[in-house]
């Protein structure tokens, strides 16, 4: 080894030998995107993880509809808050359109709500809150209504048929003249299994401009023939179609039979 290659290892030696073991730190400039290593940047690795954060328990909120909208005056949309919790206790507070409205206690994780029969037409947004939880859903309600030209009548036994008055109307269904769909007339407004109910009068259809009519003979005849006398009650109730899946009805009609 020659003298310039002996002072070079000595020198390399040397600094060597200054240096405390495990000082020795590498440097190294990371790309962008990479993360610089424990060693490298003398922090714990495990502080460089995003910390979770806590399950929460407040429980998932959901709400359900009973239908997507209803008629005015007629029993409402039933909003419903169902807690995905176990054991969920509490109570759940509903308010519509900003306003809060009532606090139902829960039961199995559910409480519900039902809207007025007598909201005015239009949107209403419905919120149910839990414990911090919270989720809103809209509901309709449609103008939509049965006109009769009368809903109280008094007929005889013995009068000819041909001589009752007629009972005619006309139908708003959805803020608009029904086009189209049938009227039907139950007693006691018992309408459950249709035209199979035995309580089941009879039907007229509806024409392009909403209007309907019930013949001297179709209705009140029909009444006359099969009632003995006394005062009964009847109920008149459309529906667009033949499926009679949304009914809507009119106010109760009174007619007294004579002898």
Do not use: W
């Amino acid at each position: 080894m020659n003298l310039f290659s002996r002072t070079a290892a000595a020198a390399v030696t040397a600094l060597a030998l200054a240096i405390p073991t495990g000082t020795f730190v590498a440097s190294a400039q990371a790309a962008p995107g990479d993360s610089v290593t424990a060693a490298a940047n003398g922090q714990d690795s495990e502080r460089q993880k995003p910390k979770k954060g806590k399950k929460g328990k407040k429980g998932k909120l959901s709400l359900k509809r009973s239908a997507a909208y209803s008629h005015v005056g007629q029993p409402g949309v039933k909003v419903t808050a169902v807690v995905k919790k176990k054991r969920a206790k509490g109570k759940v507070t509903f308010s519509v359109n900003g306003a809060k409205a009532r606090k139902v206690k829960l039961k199995k994780g559910k409480a519900s709500f039902r809207l007025p029969s007598g909201n005015a037409p239009g949107t209403y947004k419905v919120t149910a809150k839990y414990k911090g939880a919270k989720k809103a859903t809209k509901v309709r309600v449609y103008n939509s209504a049965i006109q009769l030209s009368a809903t109280s009548f008094t007929i005889s036994k013995s009068a000819d048929s041909y001589d009752l008055p007629a009972l005619t109307g006309s139908v708003v269904f959805k803020g608009t003249p029904a086009k189209k769909g049938y009227v039907d007339i139950y007693q006691d407004g018992r309408n459950k299994a249709g035209s199979s109910s035995p309580y089941y009068c009879c039907m007229a259809s509806v024409a392009s401009n909403g209007t309907f009519q019930f013949s001297s003979y179709t209705f009140l005849g029909e009444v006359q023939e099969k009632k003995q006398p006394g005062t009964y009650t009847y109920q008149a109730f459309y529906t667009d179609g033949p499926a009679f899946a949304d009914y809507i009805y009119s106010t109760p009609i009174t007619v007294t039979v004579t002898p």
